[in-house]
């Protein structure tokens, strides 16, 4: 399994649409989670951390799943300004079992439509 | 608030010529790092710094060369630049440890010939 993976997309919503993205990390000793939001050309940008109970922004909900090494990013009521790639972050764990650097997941794009 | 600044934004070489990217932050972060994004690969890192004086190799090091001499800057040196490392660059830097969320400049673009 590779250390990130997300579904590249593109995801096609309309507006108002609800729109899921997953991601799988291979390393059951990563404890930092965050999902980033890149835009076209500019730098990415911290969207969200990632707690283990679960955790919501407004119309953004992150859900982590360590049984199954997998973590959820929920948008509802998409807006135009929502399209964007979406980056699964996760650490590393150093050689010695600290906990690294992060990890980035190649993206996964979303395109909203009017 | 300044937070991390890259220098330039954009650059043009020819192959075997040599350049430094800048990176400053005024946010007195302990760690910092350098990134390469190229289409289909993701955010790679190149080199990273947990604090003044102590830097060491991420995932493609080949070809670059770092320092960090103070807190707020560090620069990446390409010692001889090759085509393979037309891509673009982002600094980033966090708190503390290299697991927190880290802010990022807005990239140099840099283009080999």
């Known amino acids: 399994r590779k250390e990130v993976e997300q579904d590249p997309g593109p995801f096609n919503v309309p507006e108002g649409a609800t729109v899921a993205f997953n991601c799988t990390y291979s390393?059951?000793?990563?404890?930092?989670f965050f999902w980033y939001r890149q835009d076209c050309r500019k730098e990415p940008k911290l969207l969200m951390s990632v707690y283990s109970s679960g955790n919501e922004d407004g119309r953004f909900t992150a859900q982590l799943n360590r049984a199954s090494q997998y973590i959820s990013l929920l948008i509802r009521d998409s807006k135009l300004s929502d399209s964007a790639t979406y980056l699964c972050v996760v650490n590393r764990l150093n050689y010695g079992g600290s906990q690294g650097n992060l990890i980035f997941g190649k993206g996964t794009k979303l395109s909203v439509k009017p | 608030n300044a937070g991390v600044t890259q220098t330039p934004k954009f650059q043009v070489l020819k192959t075997g010529q040599s350049m430094t990217l800048q990176c400053a932050q005024d946010m007195n972060h302990e760690y910092m790092s350098w990134y390469r994004q190229d289409p289909g690969m993701g955010l790679r890192l190149i080199h990273y710094s947990v604090g003044a004086g102590i830097t060491d190799q991420g995932e493609v090091p080949n070809g670059y060369n770092v320092s960090r001499s103070t807190t707020e800057d560090f620069p990446l040196r390409l010692l001889s630049a090759a085509p393979s490392q037309t891509s673009v660059y982002f600094c980033?830097?966090?708190?503390?440890?290299?697991?927190?969320?880290?802010?990022f400049g807005d990239g140099t673009r840099l283009s080999i010939l």
């Open positions: 390393n059951s000793a990563s404890q930092s």
């Open positions: 980033a830097s966090s708190r503390e440890a290299g697991n927190q969320p880290q802010h």
